[in-house]
Every structure is written in structure tokens, then in C-alpha cells.
């Protein structure tokens, strides 16, 4: 089983960018494909990006391609969310999430942190 722990919140203004982190522990990362989402006060969580196992593939959510980028690095065991041109609307709480890659269910979150964008 893997533990996530997230890191790289904090409060920006809006044009701005952010750098997000997941450190895992308990199981090497490459086992797993992995995700950011968020959940803004009042909303569902919401999808924001994935990457494979290799790092191969990306997927994004409309709203944030262009914008942001998923990367990670399997020797360290971190996944990256690199967040340019931060908009109001980006603010939430992000999450980093791991699956097996034979099934769609995240079942593995990390405690989240805080992204603030001012306008």
C-alpha cells in the first residue's frame, strides 16, 4: 500500500504559478498511474490531471490544458503539478491519488493541500 503526501500550496495572485508535489511512501510510485483533482469550497472534486506509470502519457481537464502540467519522476517517487496562469477559479483544495493501472478507481489520496488564487 502507498502513502501520499502532497506539498507546494499556497496562496498566489492571479497570472501567477505554483509547483505541486506528491512524495509516496510504503511502495515504489511505478506501480501505480497517477492524478491530481481538487475540490473547491461547496463543489465536487473534479479531475484535473493524470499520468501513466512510465510517464508516457498525460491527460487534462479541459479547463487547465495549456496551463498545467503533470510530470513525475519514478527514481524519487514524486509527481509533479506544475500550475501556470493561475486563474481565481484554480482555487481548491488539490489532491494527489494513485491506482492500480488495471482498474479506473483511485484507491489511494493524499491529505491535500490549500491553492489560493487572488484576483
Known amino acids: 500500500q502507498v502513502q501520499l503526501v502532497e506539498s507546494g500550496g499556497g496562496l498566489v495572485q492571479a497570472g501567477g504559478s505554483l509547483s505541486l508535489s506528491c512524495a509516496a511512501s510504503?511502495?515504489?510510485?511505478?506501480?501505480?498511474?497517477m492524478g491530481w483533482f481538487r475540490q473547491a469550497p461547496g463543489k465536487e472534486r473534479q479531475f484535473v490531471a493524470a499520468?501513466?506509470?512510465?510517464?508516457?502519457?498525460?491527460v487534462y481537464e479541459d479547463s487547465v490544458k495549456g496551463r498545467f502540467t503533470i510530470s513525475r519522476d519514478n527514481t524519487k517517487n514524486t509527481v509533479s503539478l506544475q500550475m501556470n496562469s493561475l486563474k481565481s477559479e484554480d482555487t481548491a483544495v488539490y489532491y494527489c491519488?494513485?491506482?492500480?493501472?488495471?482498474?479506473?478507481?483511485?484507491?489511494?489520496w493524499g491529505q491535500g493541500t490549500q491553492v489560493t488564487v487572488s484576483s
Open positions: 491519488a494513485a491506482k492500480n493501472f488495471w482498474v479506473n478507481k483511485y484507491a489511494y
Open positions: 510504503g511502495r515504489t510510485l511505478s506501480y501505480y498511474d
Open positions: 499520468i501513466n506509470r512510465s510517464g508516457s502519457s498525460t
